[in-house]
């Protein structure tokens, strides 16, 4: 009866040879790929990750585009290959314009990278209204002049020569280098200059890190208020005249006249020439410090060389004691443009290769620990049954083991700590398949079936249920990667993938290797070691070998 | 082992029934105590973020010999206002946590950290999260969530049928309440890493519950026709008879969870690790639990409002006397009934075998 329910399921050998056919598949995929090691995320071997998000400017929401986030990171994604670091990745999760940015660096690359992906980079040249130190002025007045008076307080003394190295020559041949440090104060307010700026320029103290973190987003058309990087002076700027999009190369050169610091050499498209010749010329011959044209970067004012005589000829430089390192960075972040976005720094990771290497130690010791615990009680519970389950678990061990290798070449995927995670927890959930599927199997054993035909029928209700609850854990797992950033997804990923790899093991090798197994005597005989013995179940009618036999003949027809 | 083994046959013949459905009020009791609790040391407690979710930065320095007091003696002499908390891990690690601060100021921090315990400044483990970060991706786990169950609902509807459905769904919600509520109670911290094991626990619960689902609805098939058991009755059999395998399962399950928690632990201290396996651990103990004493009770109840089961009720207690209602509601082992003396027919499955025994019963 049970033989006549289930004719067709019955093909071992058949199913095996599928199973075989996948590994020699996948095994040759991997030898092609030369894929020999699996790609270990860099909580596991140590790197940097920043994830970015698009900041929403209030009112001006409409420009978080999909276009303008594609842009970002291509743009983000050039600059971090100027680093040069292998096996560095620029990438965009989520939908739509809901996407962060997350960029991974390995090694030690640490604060570099941070500043180079975070900073938008947009380079703005602004005539230089009002300047004056950093601090905010003791006896504030309505002049702006105060601000810019030089007092010779202590702080004052140490900043000055500071800024006076910083702002040296610029703008072209032309440029001398003359310190600008102090400026003597206008005896009016300048044209553009709202005494609501002066207000926010008096009450700016740029000797705070908190005032000088830039960010980008100021408005070219429109006035500024502005810190230098070091915090030593503080500026009122005009509309901006020249912008960063003007700008047809930059490169990294040691200044040979200013003392051997870096700097930064710019070339200007025709615009951008034109523009910087209209913005030289027209200050030149104003009084200080409104002959100085500041350069702007993401806000904050990297110098502002007094001009001496208006610059035709279409470069200029950016000096500002940079090392080697940033003014190459710096170069870079100008070439490739400024990023269409402000970006807000979500998250920013460092982990040493260290506590990398301390995690993955960990994460292996643990998947080994449980997978051994669970071949233990299932060899003890299932006794020869437990050997299946021990050869499906080696089965499924080493399919994923293989499709980590061949998908971390094909797609990318890398192994996180998550991801281990996710790989310890679906030993549970596969060593289930084979728990459902035996219990199935003893029930119809108690039932007094034959051992040939209670696998068979025992199949056919514990495919249903396997492949039910798998379902639903693949429903959890695609929307978990769909809907969640970081290392969920990497949970999800390997969560959905062993539950495939459960799915192909359950019916190409536990299913048809117990198939197999039955048609031995230490099986199929119900031998008190296979975990099949009918006494030992508890079955109402003794199985008498003669009885399976004359089963197995039928299915067999 | 074959103790076990013999226990699973009478569990799976009804020899041995515990009765998870009759005495379901109680177990519906207990739930709503736990859920009781779990809302108000929410309330009261609140749930103890990290700071991935409120924003803030980690720093941990490996070296023999650190101190929590040297390491917030560095934290002071950068002068950076800020909620400090040091901890030492294991004996050569020390975990500083911050609360927001800029860029700039951790990068002042890695500095006066490198400084005070001589180490290379890369070697500093270092997280800085920004302050919306954590609501973004709170609001992408509940997108998540919210389609994950609508989805489960749509699916376990087409594959089960729509009550098993919402029972499934009610005990998710149930393991996530409470797995929470251990949460707030306890004030384990709860990392992007713990929300991953919520997450998780949802697909296990409702994995957990569809295999003894799928049990339920082959003993109930065609039950309707006959007058031999309650739908109840019917339910309460499957749960019996998957026990074995929950038992199995679960302890499967937690098994290698086990081994995260406390290798995780152990060798790491807090991380990814550690706060993922508890989450796991303390929801799959949760999910086991509901799967049997209150999806299954839940199911059986929505089927009682049926008509048609009311009145299988009605047929299977006239066709019973007093003495047969006890063999169902009671949690007696009835040990001594002999399997051998009932007279089998091959293709019977196991609902079958209970109305046997109860004709037995009513014989004596």
């Known amino acids: 009866m049970a033989s006549n329910k289930t004719p067709t399921t019955s093909r071992p050998g058949r199913s095996l040879l599928v199973l075989l056919l ?17 790609r270990l995320g860099l909580d596991l071997r140590g790197g940097t990750s920043v994830t970015l998000q698009p900041r929403i400017v209030p009112g001006q929401k409409g420009q978080v585009t999909t276009a303008a986030i594609d842009q970002a990171v291509s743009i983000i994604r050039q600059r971090v290959n100027s680093l040069g670091v292998a096996e560095s990745e620029v990438t965009s999760t989520g939908t739509g314009t809901n996407r962060q940015i997350v960029i991974s660096v390995p090694g030690d690359t640490g604060r570099r990278i941070v500043e180079l992906v975070g900073q938008t980079a947009e380079l703005r040249f602004r005539q230089v209204l009002v300047s004056g130190a950093a601090g905010i002025a003791p006896a504030p007045t309505a002049s702006a002049s105060t601000a810019a008076t030089p007092k010779p307080t202590a702080k004052k003394g140490k900043s000055a020569p500071r800024t006076a190295a ?27 200059v709202t005494p609501e700026m002066v207000a926010k320029y008096n009450a700016l103290d740029c000797t705070k890190a908190i005032n000088r973190q830039g960010g980008g987003g100021d408005e070219a058309n429109a006035p500024l208020v502005a810190c230098d990087r070091s915090g ?43 523009a910087f010749a209209n913005v030289t010329s027209r200050v030149v011959s104003l009084p200080a410090p409104q002959n100085e044209v500041a350069i702007v970067l993401d806000g904050l004012v990297v110098s502002a060389p007094r ?23 710096l170069a870079n972040v100008l070439k490739y443009g400024a990023l269409p976005l402000a970006f807000d720094r979500g998250e920013v990771q460092q982990i040493s290769p260290t506590l990398g290497a301390d995690q993955l130690h960990a994460g292996l010791l643990a998947g080994g620990i449980g997978l051994l615990l669970v071949l233990l009680y299932s060899l003890l519970y299932y006794r020869g049954l437990g050997l299946v389950s021990v050869g499906s678990l080696a089965i499924a061990g080493s399919l994923t083991y293989l499709l980590t290798l061949v998908l971390g070449k094909s797609i990318g995927f890398t192994l996180t700590l998550a991801g281990i995670a996710g790989l310890i927890v679906s030993i549970g959930i596969t060593a289930d ?53 970081g290392g969920v997804r990497g949970f999800a990923f390997t969560l959905g993938l062993t539950t495939l790899i459960d799915l192909l093991i359950v019916f190409t090798f536990t299913k048809p290797l117990v198939t197999l197994l039955v048609r031995t005597k230490f099986y199929g005989g119900g031998h008190p070691l296979s975990g099949l013995s009918p006494d030992r179940l508890g079955a109402k009618i003794p199985v008498v070998r003669a009885s399976s036999t004359a089963q197995s003949s039928v299915q067999e027809a | 082992m074959s103790s076990s083994g013999s226990l699973g046959s009478k569990l799976y013949r009804g020899e041995v029934s515990i009765d998870f459905i009759g005495k379901r009020r109680r177990w519906y009791a207990f739930s709503g105590l736990l859920i009781l609790i779990s809302a108000i040391s929410l309330g009261v407690q609140g749930l103890h973020l990290g700071i991935e979710f409120k924003g803030g930065a980690s720093f941990s320095v490996k070296k023999a010999g650190v101190s ?44 006066a950290l490198a400084k005070e315990f001589q180490v290379n400044r890369d070697t500093i483990d270092t997280q800085v999260v920004g302050p919306s970060w954590g609501a973004d991706i709170t609001h992408k786990a509940l997108y998540g969530l919210f389609a994950f169950l609508f989805v489960v609902v749509l699916f376990l509807s087409l594959a089960f049928e729509p009550k098993m459905a919402i029972s499934a769904i009610v005990a998710v919600i149930h393991d996530v309440l409470i797995t929470v509520g251990i949460y707030a109670l306890v004030g384990f911290d709860v990392t992007p890493a713990t929300v991953i094991g919520f997450l998780t626990i949802l697909g296990y619960s409702l994995y957990d519950t569809v295999v003894v689902f799928d049990k339920v609805r082959e003993n109930t098939r065609g039950l309707t026709g006959g007058s031999r058991m309650t739908y109840s009755q019917a339910a309460n059999h499957a749960v019996n008879q998957t026990l074995v395998r929950s038992i199995n399962t679960s302890l499967i399950a937690l098994l290698p969870v086990a081994s995260i928690l406390f290798v995780g632990a152990g060798l790491l201290g807090a991380g990814t690790l550690k706060d993922l396996s508890l989450a796991l651990f303390v929801g799959l103990a949760t999910g086991t639990y509901s799967s049997i004493f209150v999806a299954t009770p839940l199911l059986a109840s929505l089927h009682e409002r049926e008509p048609a089961m009311q009145a299988l009720a009605r047929r299977v207690a ?13 949690a007696e082992v009835f040990a001594g009934v002999s399997a051998a003396a009932e007279s089998h027919s091959a293709g019977a499955t196991g609902p079958r075998n209970q109305p046997k025994r109860k004709t037995k019963k009513k014989k004596r």
């Not at chain 1, 910083?166 to 553009?192: C, F, K």
């Not at chain 1, 070339?267 to 034109?274: I, K, L, Q, R, V």
């Not at chain 2, 006239?318 to 009671?330: H, I, L, Q, R, Y």
């Open chain 1, 307 to 329: 001009i001496i005589s208006a610059i035709t000829a279409g470069s200029a430089q950016i000096t500002g004691s940079f090392t080697q390192i940033e003014s190459s960075d």
């Open chain 1, 22 to 38: 996948i590994f020699i598949t996948l095994g040759a995929t991997a030898v092609l790929q030369s894929a020999s090691s699996v």
């Open chain 2, 318 to 330: 006239a066709k019973g006397n007093a003495t047969t209602k006890s063999s169902v509601e009671g």
């Open chain 1, 433 to 485: 398949s084979f728990i459902v599927f035996f219990e199935r199997l003893r029930d119809e054993v108690r039932e007094g079936k034959s051992l040939r035909s209670a696998v068979e029928t025992g199949w056919v209700r514990a495919r249903h249920t396997i492949l039910v609850a798998d379902s639903v854990s693949l429903i959890a797992s695609v929307l978990l990667y769909f809907f969640a950033v």
């Open chain 1, 232 to 274: 030593t002076s503080k500026f009122i700027l005009a509309k901006a005249e020249v912008l960063g999009s003007q700008i047809s190369g930059a490169s990294a050169v040691l200044d040979q006249q200013g003392g051997g610091g870096w700097m930064v050499l710019l070339n200007f498209n025709g615009d951008g020439t034109t």
């Open chain 1, 166 to 192: 910083t702002a040296t020559p610029t703008a072209t041949p032309a440029a001398t280098p003359t310190p600008v440090a102090t400026t003597p104060a206008p005896t009016q307010l300048p044209a553009g």
């Open chain 2, 68 to 111: 929590v007091a040297a390491a917030e003696k560095a934290l002071a002499s950068t002068g950076i206002k800020t909620e400090v908390i040091a901890q030492t891990v294991g004996s050569d690690k020390v975990r500083i946590q911050t609360g927001v601060i800029t860029n700039l100021q951790s990068e002042a921090i890695q500095d």
